[in-house]
């Protein structure tokens, strides 16, 4: 428990972005809530639709609500111009502020669906205005219904925008995910209690708002305001004590090896009088195309998931030429520079455990199709929907009983307790050797090669220094060094160590 005190003070820009982008999800929310309870109110057409779609929107899991709008704002880059994002602050907003827009609306909604008519008519009878009527009457008497709304849609607002980690922009879902993909159980908690106590504060600070209303207390509401506004404001202060001239961006894959090479090459930037930041836990369709679009600076990428993906290829014409092919492609249709590879390979590979493989006279994935119809194969979130799987899957004539996701750093847990018999695995990882797995050969040369290689948006591909800096890492890593920076990763004793020290011993390693 130790480790998590000295994590929780480290994460004081990671809550000060977190506090700013709920902060204005729920603020946004609220802008368009109110306008549309009070029309509501008057019209109940427009009572049925707006809850419809509000409560529409709660039905997509908060992640794929976040995920969806990245090739939304991508398509209308084209329309609006290079200067729209398409990753962080803005995307993560959008989807936030759909998914505190229902308990906001359905509770102004219901508060003035339910307000005593005989006060409604008395405001008539007095001749006030359509406009008077809803501020001093209709409001007021609203204002602790609506207030209760607003606390459950912040405390669902800060829960989900955990989330937006996924899409590039900065929260306490950082070190929850890359302690997930690392097993830093420490850091998961840290970046939990952290989540939670901002999501308790803001309750408990609202409630006192709410009662200030109820009560018409109004030093409690003010107050309440006041302390809110104060938080917001210092959350805003302390972002903008990061800004200044934007840093180089570094991305990182959802899988240990991309948080290690991720630290890797900041350490050599920052060496190099480089101000870095990072982005952990990205898809691969998300880095590449943020690449592509200097939404984020700098990515790790493998020739055969270029390949495949983006080039839509499902040929094998070599190592060479396909590295060659890649990069003359990036340029030509992205800007992107390819800098080099780092001198390993990181394939996708189909392992058994080897006394599976042995009791069931498996050794290539030829022998694997035959009993393959009782056997589960388990897969990254997006190994199934990917090219390779589909090409091996045809080249073979794979069926299995029942296929399972896993998060990269379970898969491997998954099949040692036999919920998987066979995973897709990754050839530089070191539980490879450690779990003493068997990788099936690939007779047919269904999957590609998978060199890792450092990509340079079109932001900074001319930069000397950024080359300068990096260009020693072209094929200075090799395979063995890379599966035990791996291994020290995701082991689970007293030598694990964090990606940043994995980052150190591999640098040591390869001569840098």
């Not at 700013?20 to 009572?47: D, E």
């Not at 984020?296 to 060659?324: C, F, H, Q």
């Not at 092919?325 to 800098?339: D, M, S």
């Not at 260009?471 to 020290?488: D, F, H, Q, T, W």
Request: hydrophobic content about 50%.
């Amino acid at each position: 428990m130790g480790d998590i005190w000295d994590i929780l003070p480290g994460l004081g820009d990671k809550l000060a972005a977190h506090v700013v982008l709920s902060a204005s999800a729920i603020g946004l929310a609220i802008i368009i809530a109110l306008p549309l309870a009070v029309w509501a109110s008057r019209s109940a057409t427009v009572s049925r639709i707006a809850l419809a779609l509000a409560s529409l929107v709660q039905t997509i899991p908060a992640l794929a609500l976040l995920a969806l709008f990245f090739p939304l704002l991508l398509s209308l880059r084209a329309v609006f111009g290079e200067g729209l994002p398409t990753l962080g602050f803005l995307p993560a907003l959008l989807a936030l502020t759909l998914y505190a827009l229902l308990p906001i609306l359905r509770n102004a909604v219901t508060a003035q669906a339910n307000l005593d008519p005989g006060v409604l008519e008395a405001a008539d009878g007095v001749g006030m205005t359509k406009w008077q009527k809803l501020r001093l009457v209709e409001a007021p008497l609203s204002a602790p219904f609506v207030m209760a709304g607003i606390r459950t849609a912040s405390v669902w607002t800060i829960g989900a925008a955990t989330l937006a980690t996924t899409i590039g922009q900065p929260s306490l879902g950082d070190p929850i995910f890359a302690g997930l993909q690392t097993q830093n159980w420490a850091l998961v908690l840290a970046g939990c209690l952290a989540s939670a106590g901002l999501a308790l504060a803001a309750d408990n600070l609202l409630w006192v708002i709410e009662v200030g209303l109820a009560r018409r207390r109004r030093w409690m509401s003010l107050g309440g305001v006041a302390i809110v506004a104060l938080g917001i404001l210092a959350a805003l202060w302390a972002g903008r004590a990061e800004e200044g001239e934007r840093p180089i961006v570094i991305a990182s894959k959802q899988f240990s090896e991309q948080y290690i090479l991720a630290k890797l090459i900041g350490a050599r930037l920052q060496a190099a009088g480089y101000r870095v930041e990072y982005r952990d836990g990205l898809g691969s369709a998300v880095v590449h195309s943020a690449v592509a679009n200097s939404s984020i600076d700098i990515s790790v990428d493998y020739t055969g998931t270029i390949w495949t993906n983006y080039l839509k290829r499902d040929d094998n014409p070599g190592r060479e030429a396909m590295y060659e092919t890649i990069r003359a492609w990036e340029a030509r249709e992205n800007g992107v520079k390819v800098l080099g590879r780092l001198g390993f390979e990181n394939a996708y590979a189909f392992a058994m455990r080897a006394d599976r493989a042995k009791e069931l006279g498996v050794t290539s994935l030829a022998d694997l199709a035959a009993v393959a119809p009782r056997l589960t194969v388990g897969g990254d979130p997006e190994f199934f929907e990917r090219p390779e799987w589909i090409a091996v899957k045809a080249a073979y004539g794979l069926d299995f009983a029942s296929k399972r996701n896993f998060a990269p750093t379970f898969m491997y847990n998954a099949l040692q307790s036999g919920e998987a018999d066979v995973i897709s695995a990754y050839t530089s990882d070191g539980r490879i050797a450690a779990d003493r797995l068997v990788v099936l050969e690939d007779p047919k040369g269904a999957l590609p090669s998978y060199d890792a290689m450092i990509m340079l948006s079109p932001r900074i591909a001319g930069d000397a220094g950024v080359i300068a800096a990096l260009k020693p890492l072209v094929g200075a890593i090799s395979v063995e060094a890379m599966r035990e920076a791996n291994l020290a990763v995701d082991r689970e004793d007293a030598q694990k160590m964090t990606p940043k020290q994995a980052a150190q011993m591999l640098a040591a390693k390869a001569g840098l």
